[in-house]
């Protein structure tokens, strides 16, 4: 009879946390108007780069030029290149590989991406993968891959 109780009171006790944990917020965010945020073009001039997230990948547009990603993680595909601007898109040529695993040796392709005005910024208070760096400002934004494909030369 006891053990009976038992096993009632934690499985009601397992149902009314998963239940309260259907409500309680995991990321909480401020809704932000368009106007809040510049273009991403404007931030690489004023602040140098600009760095987001795919959840999985950083993606670092430097202001002289230079693009570089990685993964959020200890193994993934990394990018080295450069990036240029064409009208509202983010043209970027470089060589693929894959951290902390076979890679082919000129594996070079053509990236292109729109990417959206900031929804959102993160700080990142500890050491990054992006470069080393604490305190680096990670923004959220949409974005999408509109080309992508082998070239000859970067």
Same mark, same amino acid.
């Given at each position: $009879?006891?053990?009976?109780?038992?096993?009632?009171?934690?499985?009601?006790? /397992?149902?009314? !946390?998963?239940?309260?944990?259907?409500?309680?917020?995991?990321?909480?965010?401020?809704?932000?108007?368009? /106007?809040?945020?510049? +273009?991403?073009?404007?931030?690489?001039?004023? +602040?140098?780069?600009?760095?987001?997230? @795919?959840?999985?990948?950083?993606?670092?547009?430097?202001? @002289?030029?230079?693009?570089?990603?990685?993964?959020?993680?200890?193994?993934?595909?990394?990018? +080295?290149?450069?990036?240029?601007?064409?009208? %509202?898109?983010?043209? !970027?040529?470089?060589?693929?590989?894959? $951290? %902390?695993?076979?890679?082919?040796? %000129?594996?070079?392709?053509?990236?292109?991406?729109?990417?959206? /005005?900031?929804?959102?910024?993160?700080?990142?208070?500890?050491?990054?993968?992006? @470069?080393?760096?604490?305190?680096?400002? !990670?923004?959220?934004?949409?974005?999408?891959?509109?080309?992508?494909?082998? !070239?000859?030369?970067?």
């Amino acid at each position: $009879m006891r053990r009976q109780s038992l096993r009632l009171a934690l499985t009601l006790l /397992a149902f009314v !946390i998963g239940f309260a944990a259907l409500f309680y917020p995991i990321f909480i965010t401020q809704a932000v108007a368009p /106007a809040d945020y510049k +273009e991403p073009a404007q931030i690489i001039q004023q +602040e140098g780069e600009f760095i987001f997230t @795919d959840g999985s990948s950083f993606y670092l547009l430097k202001r @002289d030029g230079t693009f570089r990603s990685g993964p959020l993680g200890l193994s993934g595909r990394e990018i +080295e290149g450069t990036w240029k601007q064409k009208d %509202n898109l983010f043209v !970027i040529e470089g060589r693929w590989g894959w $951290m %902390n695993g076979l890679s082919a040796e %000129n594996d070079l392709r053509r990236m292109v991406l729109y990417i959206g /005005a900031p929804t959102s910024i993160e700080t990142v208070k500890r050491p990054s993968l992006v @470069d080393g760096r604490m305190d680096v400002k !990670i923004y959220k934004c949409y974005f999408e891959v509109e080309e992508l494909q082998k !070239i000859t030369k970067p």
